[in-house]
């Protein structure tokens, strides 16, 4: 069964360090999204990404964020200068339709900053 | 008010139990509505779609009231299997059409 692979599965960074979190889509998906779930919280869309630009982003996507498709398989996710609040499980996810109610998820990427 | 509101339970149901799970949402102009499934330490993953009319999908019943902007999710016959947290998803909710807000989960322990 095709799925969303993620990497690193968790990553320790000392505050004000850059992170570049990875993500290999389904292979015939075109939509493409980062969310986030602080421990204990709910899950928060960050962003969506089609045809290589972004499609709409949250308030908590600010300029410390950015995404790129490099290739034509990664999906990646720069945080330039990690905050401790930036601590959260990050998810991936990609779809075959836009108005879906089907995203699938990756496994996530743990991020600690310290 | 939040955009989607769910009691967080825990809810700790015996095996074989029927437990039902609700959530309201805010915006009137919602479009479509989820039920995600997510264990722990886990990603999501879809469970269910919510349809006007009611659906069905084995011992899973989902509801949706427009009117009254409430979603309801039915499990009976519970299986330990079936412990996770249950995740309600509007369409539509947070200004924009297309984007998923997820409510922060109910979370269910089936007891043997």
């Known amino acids: 069964e095709p799925e969303v692979t993620q990497t690193p599965s968790h990553q320790v960074t000392q505050m004000g360090q850059e992170v570049i979190l990875r993500c290999v889509p389904i292979s015939n998906h075109l939509y493409f999204y980062w969310y986030r779930q602080i421990l204990g919280q709910k899950v928060e869309f960050l962003v969506s990404f089609y045809n290589n630009e972004i499609s709409e982003k949250s308030e908590i996507f600010d300029d410390q964020f950015s995404v790129e498709r490099p290739d034509g398989s990664n999906f990646t996710l720069k945080i330039r200068s990690t905050k401790l609040e930036d601590s959260a499980m990050y998810f991936c996810a990609s779809a075959a339709e836009l108005n879906t109610g089907e995203l699938f998820f990756g496994e996530g990427s743990r991020l600690t900053v310290l | 008010r939040k955009e989607v509101e769910q009691d967080p339970g825990p809810f700790n149901v015996p095996e074989g139990a029927t437990v039902a799970f609700n959530c309201t949402y805010s915006?009137?102009?919602?479009?479509?509505f989820f039920w995600y499934r997510q264990d722990c330490r886990k990603e999501p993953k879809l469970l269910m779609s919510?349809?006007?009319s009611g659906n069905e999908d084995g011992r899973f019943t989902a509801q949706l009231n427009r009117a009254s902007q409430y979603i309801s999710l039915l499990i009976r016959d519970s299986k330990l299997s079936d412990s996770a947290t249950y995740l309600c998803?509007?369409?539509?909710?947070?200004?924009?059409?297309?984007?998923?807000?997820f409510g922060s989960g109910t979370q269910l322990t089936v007891l043997p």
């Open positions: 919510v349809y006007s």
């Open positions: 998803v509007v369409r539509g909710s947070s200004g924009s059409a297309r984007q998923l807000t």
């Open positions: 915006n009137s102009a919602s479009q479509s």
